[in-house]
């Protein structure tokens, strides 16, 4: 796992490649088309601004021209050379000094005889002398113009015809020449490549594709300039071409129709040289800064290690329930607030813990952190619970047969195992007095089916019996029973006491008739007696279904001059059901109930000998048979020991 120290500098890596990421990506998809688009626009301001100087020149070349066409000078040089064709052109530098931006001048007669030449026309000769004839069929009337094109050049030729008292006399013809020098100078003026390209071919270029021919670009260039213009050869205006591994984007400009095409080319690794720059410098800077943060930060790490590790160290504490434990405080910062919170929890823990320690010495622990967590409140409230009241049988024999010290360790041991079966089953014992012990279910937890949870915590009771006295139970012969009485109904639970000592506890009826019910354990040989509000509670309840198939209610009684009258059932222990669900008993025992209720006592007597005889170890059928054989003696005494329909019991019944 990283430590503390490398998780920030992973952090500030990320943080840092993060910001670098950004001003890359905003390089490489903003400033770089900006850069291309910049690009761009500088060849298609070249290309417009060479074709606006060009028409500017030619305007001011046909202007100068039709000034010239009547010319007297012309004329009478025109007259002058109207002798038989010469063997060589006269000159005309005389002519042209006086017109410095005419140097290149041809002048023919009106059968199209070339008559004079300037001296800059002179080189030209040869070359249109190649040509065929400019006006073979007839010569110019009237100003034209037309452009020529040969190896390495492009001549535009602008006639004027000349008249003399209306007599056609000949034509002045002035040359405009592109070349590679043009070319050359036109590339200085804009700082791109140019060329010429015309009748689908390249004529003219401003030297650079001289360099380039042993890789190909001359044809590679003019494969792809030629399918521009085959897309849109009206306008094919700007794009892009790649030559060699290298994009080249390019501008079109024409003067007129007929004119070649200028094309204005740029490499676009120049101008992304500088982004490149850009990036690398980024790089380095950025480790740089990388390095330089991790340096300074290393003190900050230190610190932020140690107040962590001292909040970490806090927290194993409070795991350990050490609540003594107190956190340092290294600085006055946003960590010390956090130690020193720290501290005040532990403080409170610390309390809090020796209050549920005194409590659980008072209460039992259940009860002590329900109180805690304000589920119960001290100063007394009604709840729905069930109560479960045991006592152990012939606990007198054990007093005086027992000696004190042993009694007492053998009766604690007893509550001990008594105390985690209520315990596993939610419920908690409320006290200890004597032999017996008063434990609540549903107190603090009203949600839970109270009656079901306190019956299956008095079976696990007497099976804890069961090895208690398999293993330390036995005394002299001895062996030890319990009875237990369920009921469930409304208590109030509160602080009872005095002033100066008060004990958290509940009172109320059901409280009282399960200490009946307990009694009434040792009447009827049972040793597991519920109430019938207990019985309806598990009726409610889906989980109770198995249960409640182990139920049986046993009678129907009025304790002493008690007013109050209870329908008891016995809850069967896993063994007993075992035994009678094999023959039909429960049924069969309340078919004889039912007939002792109706005074059948004859059918009555019948049912529950056969059911004795059946079980003979079942006290509650002996003790309804030595009843009914009362009453098919003597049909009267019914009536006086069920006066309210409810059997009496007197302390000597």
């Excluded at 069961?466 to 009875?483: A, D, P, Q, S, V």
């Excluded at 004889?592 to 005889?613: I, M, S, V, W």
Aim: hydrophobic share 40%; charged share 20%; aromatic share 8%.
């Amino acid at each position: 796992m990283f430590s503390l120290r490398y998780k920030f500098s992973l952090v500030m890596l990320v943080l840092l490649s993060l910001t670098v990421g950004s001003i890359l990506l905003l390089l490489k998809y903003s400033l770089k088309p900006h850069l291309l688009e910049h690009l761009q626009h500088g060849l298609r301001h070249a290309a417009k601004w060479q074709a606006q100087q060009q028409q500017a020149r030619l305007l001011s070349l046909q202007q100068t021209v039709q000034a010239l066409q009547g010319s007297p000078v012309l004329h009478q040089l025109l007259t002058q050379l109207s002798t038989p064709t010469p063997q060589q052109p006269a000159p005309l530098d005389s002519f042209t000094q006086q017109y410095p931006h005419l140097p290149k001048l041809l002048l023919y007669d009106a059968q199209s005889q070339l008559r004079a030449a300037s001296s800059a026309a002179q080189p030209l000769l040869d070359s249109l002398a190649q040509q065929p004839p400019l006006f073979s069929v007839q010569p110019p009337k009237q100003l034209s113009t037309a452009w020529l094109h040969m190896p390495q050049r492009s001549l535009y030729l602008l006639s004027a015809p000349l008249f003399a008292k209306q007599q056609y006399l000949g034509y002045l013809v002035v040359l405009e020449e592109e070349n590679r020098h043009t070319l050359e100078t036109l590339k200085a003026n804009t700082g791109f490549e140019v060329l010429l390209f015309n009748q689908n071919k390249i004529q003219i270029d401003s030297g650079w594709l001289a360099e380039k021919t042993a890789a190909g670009w001359r044809t590679e260039l003019h494969q792809q300039l030629s399918v521009a213009f085959a897309t849109n050869s009206e306008s094919p205006g700007d794009g892009s071409v790649q030559l060699g591994a290298e994009p080249w984007f390019y501008a079109f400009s024409q003067v007129q129709a007929g004119s070649p095409y200028y094309v204005f080319l740029s490499p676009t690794k120049p101008h992304l040289s500088l982004i490149a720059h850009l990036e690398f410098k980024l790089l380095l800077m950025s480790g740089a800064l990388l390095l330089l943060g991790l340096l300074i930060a290393q003190p900050l790490f230190r610190h932020i290690r140690r107040s962590v590790h001292g909040l970490q160290a806090a927290t194993e504490q409070i795991e350990k329930e050490n609540y003594q434990y107190r956190t340092e405080i290294y600085s006055n910062d946003e960590f010390a607030s956090l130690g020193r919170a720290f501290n005040r929890v532990m403080h409170t823990l610390g309390e809090r813990q020796q209050l549920h320690t005194m409590m659980e010495t008072l209460v039992s622990k259940e009860l002590a952190e329900a109180m805690l967590k304000q589920n119960l409140h001290a100063a007394g409230e009604e709840r729905h619970a069930t109560v479960l009241f045991s006592g152990i049988r012939d606990f007198s024999h054990l007093v005086s047969s027992t000696e004190g010290p042993e009694l007492l360790a053998l009766l604690n041991n007893y509550f001990t195992r008594m105390d985690f079966c209520v315990s596993a089953h939610n419920g908690f014992i409320d006290k200890y007095f004597g032999d017996n012990l008063l434990a609540l279910f549903g107190l603090n937890n009203p949600e839970q089916s109270s009656a079901l949870l306190a019956i299956r915590a008095a079976r696990k009771m007497q099976e804890a019996l069961l090895l208690f006295n398999l293993e330390i139970g036995k005394m002299r012969g001895h062996t030890w029973k319990i009875g237990i009485g369920i009921n469930t109904g409304r208590l109030v639970a509160g602080n009872v006491g005095a002033e100066n000592r008060r004990h958290y506890s509940v009172i109320g009826n059901p409280i009282r008739q399960a200490s009946n019910l307990e009694k009434l354990c040792k009447k009827y040989g049972t040793a597991l007696l519920i109430s019938q509000s207990t019985f309806e509670s598990l009726q409610k309840d889906s989980a109770a279904r198995d249960l409640l198939l182990a139920c049986r209610e046993l009678d129907w009684v009025q304790l002493g001059r008690h007013t109050e009258q209870l329908k008891i059932y016995q809850v069967l222990s896993r063994s007993q059901y075992e035994v009678v669900q094999k023959t039909d008993f429960l049924e069969r025992f309340q078919t004889a109930r039912g007939y002792l209720q109706e005074h059948n006592f004859r059918l009555a007597l019948q049912a529950l000998q056969n059911l004795h005889e059946d079980w003979t170890e079942d006290v509650p059928t002996r003790l309804l048979l030595n009843r009914c054989r009362r009453y098919v003696q003597d049909s009267n005494s019914y009536a006086l020991e069920n006066p309210q329909g409810a059997y009496v019991l007197t302390a000597s019944a």
